[in-house]
């Protein structure tokens, strides 16, 4: 560990990987198709707010039914499949990035939801107490990156550590939850208001991230000899 340089890497080993297939230009427009995403998943989330069932009828909608972590491997194989014909009849590749996943999209878009109308509110002193408003701010934050850094775990198949990062994730919107409680929000309507509607999306981050520890718990007692 005291020498990261051991593994005798040269300086010049960047220079052997050839040329980027996309520019700076490219991955910019990708990213945006990305946020289209986000928001799309949002507008249909908000249209279906009303519905118990909205996290999976929402997932319908973005085209997610069915998706189940045990068909990643089979997935991920045919992709390679089709990537390879792609390629020999010069067609473009289908590039998957974490902005894919649709935990991921989920994730940051209720998580938007809550931040942004949240913002436009804590604005206010008289409507928000300062030191509630960043508190609140940081532990919506701290539950959406350890979200999404066990979005990057389960991505790598690390099954065991995106439980523990979800987890961590789950504690960061327990805070969220407890900074709403009845005695904060009573003496002020706008926060009674805003609460009404937080809590049901803080329970649907909630029902994600556990429904995929479940998938990946279910994972880990596979036996071996089924992979």
Same mark, same amino acid.
């Given at each position: 560990m005291d020498n990261f340089d051991?593994?005798?890497?040269?300086?010049?080993?960047?220079?052997?990987?050839?040329?980027l297939a996309w520019n700076e230009f490219d991955w910019e427009r990708y990213l945006r198709e990305q946020d289209e995403a986000i928001h799309r998943y949002l507008g249909f989330y908000e249209s279906f707010r009303n519905q118990t069932d909205r996290i999976d009828r929402v997932a319908e909608q973005m085209g997610w039914d069915g998706v189940e972590i045990e068909s990643e491997t089979e997935e991920d194989d045919s992709a390679e499949e089709e990537t390879e014909e792609a390629a020999d009849f010069g067609e473009p590749?289908?590039?998957?990035?974490? $902005?894919?996943?649709?935990?991921?999209?989920?994730?940051? !878009? /209720?998580? &938007?939801?809550?931040?942004?109308?949240w913002e436009l509110m804590a604005i206010d002193p008289a409507k928000v107490p300062t030191k509630m408003a960043v508190q609140y701010l940081a532990s919506l934050h701290q539950g959406e990156e350890q979200a999404s850094q066990a979005i $990057?775990?389960?991505?790598?198949?690390?099954?065991?550590? !995106? /439980?523990? &990062?979800?987890?961590?994730?789950l504690s960061g919107l327990n805070r969220s939850l407890a900074l709403?409680?009845?005695?904060?929000?009573?003496?002020?309507?706008?926060?009674?208001?805003?609460?009404?509607?937080a809590v049901a999306r803080l329970f649907d981050l909630r029902e994600i991230w556990l429904r995929v520890?479940?998938?990946?718990?279910r994972e880990l007692s596979r036996p071996a000899e089924e992979e």
């Open positions: 051991s593994d005798g890497a040269s300086e010049n080993e960047w220079e052997d990987r050839g040329e590749e289908e590039i998957y990035t974490l $902005h894919k996943n649709p935990v991921f999209v989920a994730t940051k !878009a /209720i998580t &938007l939801s809550l931040s942004r109308s $990057h775990a389960l991505d790598f198949g690390d099954y065991a550590m !995106a /439980i523990s &990062l979800f987890k961590r994730a709403l409680d009845d005695k904060a929000v009573s003496s002020r309507s706008a926060l009674s208001a805003y609460r009404q509607d520890i479940s998938e990946c718990r």
